[in-house]
């Protein structure tokens, strides 16, 4: 078990359900740091497929997740956080399709996930830390005083993504993108390690058909109640 140092928002949920921006913003909002998990398992998968380690390597992707040499680097207002691997920005090849696949692969393996489990406790600095993932709340921080699971359809968060991925001129289906979304739902929430649900003293929030700022507003008021 482990001792909070400093308070914890503990925000977790499926992918594309905003937890990224929403987080972002929380962050922001109280001058808190950040911890986006889910970026340690897209760097992992990364690092393994450039050091030629395969998917299936538990004990090379062990090795890999323990000597990530990682940075995070806020970035100025309204600017994605810049991700660091080996000192070289990967902030946009860590968030396409194939990295977020063969990341939700190497986090079904619990060796990978102790691997990167003090890591992220590390993240706990004053004046406090707002943790985006899948396990935040039921595993990394199960002592959070606030946990918040977000959640959208599946169609909701295809539609999103495929609206993101458009305006970067990118050639995708929404089926497809549906197709992916419930694939990774299924071996993220199926799996024995840790797998995606909400903490019993979490509170549920269902974006769906809410704007951004809705459902910042909910958080904020889920935090102010603890
Ligand atoms: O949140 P994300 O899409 O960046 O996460 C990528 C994958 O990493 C996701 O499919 C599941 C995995 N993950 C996890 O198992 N535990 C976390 N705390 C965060 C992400």
Not at 92 to 104: D, K, L, V, Y
Not at 182 to 195: C, V
Request: some cysteine; hydrophobic content about 45%.
């Amino acid at each position: 078990m482990s001792e909070l140092t400093v308070p914890v928002i503990a925000v977790d949920g499926p992918g594309g359900a905003g937890k990224g921006t929403i987080t972002q913003m929380l962050a922001r909002e109280l001058g808190w740091h950040l911890l986006d998990s889910g970026a340690l398992y897209r760097l992992t998968a990364l690092a393994a497929t450039r050091k030629g380690v395969s998917l299936d390597d538990e004990a090379g992707l062990v090795a890999v997740a323990a000597s990530l040499d990682v940075a995070f680097e806020p970035g100025v207002e309204g600017e994605p956080v810049r991700v660091l691997l080996d000192g070289a920005d990967v902030t946009r090849e860590i968030r396409t399709e194939s990295c977020g696949n063969n990341a939700s692969l190497v986090a079904v393996m619990q060796p990978v996930r102790d691997a990167l489990l003090q890591r992220q406790r590390d993240f706990q600095k004053s004046p406090g830390l707002v943790a985006d993932g899948r396990d935040m709340g039921t595993v990394v921080f199960p002592e959070a005083p606030v946990k918040i699971f977000l959640t959208a359809s599946a169609e909701e968060r295809a539609r999103r993504r495929f609206n993101q991925l458009k305006d970067a001129g990118a050639d995708v289906t929404m089926q497809d993108l549906l197709d992916e979304i419930r694939a990774r739902d299924e071996r993220d929430m199926n799996r024995a390690a840790a797998p995606l649900k909400p903490a019993d003293d979490a509170q549920v929030i269902d974006s769906t058909g809410l704007s951004i700022k809705e459902v910042f507003d909910r958080c904020m008021a889920v935090a102010g109640q603890a």
